[in-house]
């Protein structure tokens, strides 16, 4: 069994190994710009990107999660980040086009930088690995199923966004404990 450990760890290895940095760094500059930073993506990419979304409120980022109740109207000045590892989802095509229509910069972060989804994007951030698109017969490299490589290295990569934003910010850990809530 310790050896599908490692093996998991060492996939996510080669993805984060084969990230751009100088694109991630790009996003954060786009997320550290962006008046409002609104969020989406589905699935299990959409339980990471929540979780993302809670980081940059604890960096003193307006942002929202689609579908959220409190979710304001995008515009100019607003940054749209989507999630779409295998590049084309009905739901992001329909939101980035909302989104571009109301005036908002879009990020996306996928797997598959030729897909629909990232082309309408203003810029891209690629995470070179497995997802659904591509977990079937001679294309599936992963021992993770489906798209848990994706997913997996989304976790890593937003960690190490929010701390290259911690300090593009300035932000404090006393800050940031700051603004996490009291209602739990």
């Known amino acids: 069994m310790s050896n599908l450990y490692r093996t998991a760890l060492d996939e996510l290895a080669r993805v984060a190994d084969r990230i751009d940095d100088a694109s991630v760094d790009e996003a954060c500059r786009r997320i550290a710009a962006a008046r409002h930073v609104c969020v989406y993506a589905g699935g299990r990419e959409g339980l990471q990107l929540k979780g993302f979304a809670m980081r940059l409120f604890h960096l003193g980022r307006a942002v929202s999660v689609v579908g959220d109740m409190t979710t304001p109207p995008l515009g100019p000045g607003d940054l749209f980040l989507v999630v779409c590892g295998p590049g084309e989802i009905s739901t992001s095509v329909a939101l980035v086009g909302v989104a571009k229509s ?61 701390l290259k934003l911690k300090t593009l910010l300035a932000v404090s850990p006393e800050s940031m404990r700051a603004n996490h809530t009291n209602m739990e």
């Open 102 to 162: 109301a005036g908002a910069d879009v990020l996306v972060i996928t797997a598959q930088p030729s897909g629909r989804v990232p082309s309408m994007a203003d810029f891209v951030l690629t995470v070179p690995a497995q997802t659904m698109a591509d977990d079937q017969g001679a294309a599936a490299t992963s021992v993770l199923p489906m798209g848990s490589l994706f997913e997996g290295a989304l976790f890593v990569l937003f960690e190490v966004m929010v």
